[in-house]
């Protein structure tokens, strides 16, 4: 199974913010490669400028770094952007993640904002949805 992780997730493990527990293990099953996990540079990205004003610069960087050991990262591209623009998914970054995930051949998207998602051409699993397609 690969599964593109939605930025919320990795925020989530870096803040430990309420209800991080769920994806810490989703992390933690990309460790294992129970999953294939991908993140889209655009995440890398807006972890970096999110975490910016709530971690130490070397902190963030090591645990960038340490996460980029857990997933592939995959780019975006313009075809994904221009696909965003004509779907019906109302956030645009949403909607870019979508398509990244569509080309990257991604299975599931795991996020904290799964009605963001509805309209999404890859179907979106809040964290602890994904855990327990591994309980059944």
């Known amino acids: 199974m690969k599964i593109l992780l939605d930025t919320n997730i ?3 493990v870096l803040s ?3 209800g ?8 933690r099953y990309c460790e294992m490669r129970k999953v294939e996990g991908i993140a ?6 807006d972890v970096m400028y999110i ?3 709530h971690m130490d610069a070397g902190k963030m960087r090591d645990a960038v770094r340490t996460f980029l050991t857990l997933v592939d990262v995959v780019e975006i ?5 221009l696909a965003a623009l004509d779907s ?4 645009f970054e949403d909607a870019v993640q979508a398509f990244c995930s569509k080309r990257n051949r991604a299975d599931y998207i795991v996020t904290r904002n799964k009605k963001d998602f509805t309209y999404s051409p890859v179907p979106a699993l809040l964290p602890g949805e994904m855990l327990s397609l591994f309980e059944e």
């Open 16 to 18: 430990r913010r309420g």
């Open 77 to 81: 591209r313009e075809s994904d952007i």
């Open 10 to 12: 990795v925020v989530d």
């Open 51 to 53: 975490m910016r004003k």
């Open 88 to 91: 019906e998914m109302s956030d």
């Open 20 to 27: 991080y527990e769920e994806s810490l293990q989703v992390l």
């Open 40 to 45: 889209s540079t655009a995440t890398i990205m």
